[in-house]
């Protein structure tokens, strides 16, 4: 059961570029989205979220978006930098699941210097 | 503030061994999560307290595995007997509450269990 995918296993991205990080869901009555981001040997981070009522969410160099016709949301990090280099899991919560967190698989990023 | 704190970071066991991890989530969290991580996938939710009772316990292999909270606050998350499947990292998490909007975990290190 698969309510969240990120279908990209690695993303590579020079320095200074985007870094665009795609998720996809299947439940249409979530809530909120969210991003964590991993380093090895830690836990998951808070990075970013967004409301399901709302399109797009900005904080500083990560910005979210939500399509929700598509059921499809992407992270953009502008510019990237290497210590962005880690897994990223796109994370969703509410709906049939209640207050459950659902994650995806997640994307693991390289940005090269 | 201290984060969600997690021991042991390691272990390693034979099947049908037990095993127990200790989780002390951040003060004043009222919610508190297991999930398992296996390698290549993303965390999965085994449990979820709410203060001292269970909100959702329905992916949690009853069979061999158990977690308690009691008095609202430490967890522990038992395995017995472990089987070749159960090698995973096991974090912990915890929130301010259910009902905090968009519910932002925060995570403990993580316990990694190997069953040879």
């Known amino acids: 059961d698969q309510q969240v995918k990120q279908n990209s296993p690695s993303l590579s991205v020079q320095e200074g570029r985007i870094s665009i990080l795609n998720c996809d869901y299947t439940n249409s009555m979530f809530d909120y989205f969210l991003w964590y981001k991993k380093y090895p040997a830690e836990g998951p981070t808070f990075l970013i979220s967004i409301s399901s009522i709302k399109d797009k969410n900005e904080d500083g160099r990560f910005t979210v978006f939500l399509n929700k016709s598509a059921k499809h949301l992407s992270l953009h990090i502008v510019p990237s930098q290497p210590g962005d280099s880690a897994v990223y899991f796109c994370?969703?919560?509410?709906?049939?699941?209640?207050?459950?967190?659902?994650f995806g698989a997640g994307t693991r990023l390289f940005v090269k210097a | 503030e201290a984060g969600v704190a997690q021991s042991p970071r390691y272990k390693i066991i034979e099947k049908r061994q037990s095993v127990a991890f200790w989780c002390n989530p951040i003060s004043g969290h009222a919610t508190l999560y297991w999930y398992q991580q296996i390698l290549g996938q993303g965390p999965k939710l085994l449990i979820q307290f709410q203060n001292n009772g269970v909100v959702d316990d329905s992916q949690l292999p009853k069979d061999r595995f158990s977690a308690e909270r009691l008095k609202g606050v430490d967890s522990t998350l038992k395995i017995q007997p472990a089987k070749l499947e159960d090698s995973a990292v096991y974090l912990c998490a915890s929130s301010l509450s259910l009902n905090s909007g968009a519910n932002v975990l925060t995570f403990g290190a993580g316990s990694r269990l190997t069953v040879l």
């Open positions: 994370a969703a919560i509410g709906g049939v699941g209640g207050f459950k967190t659902i």
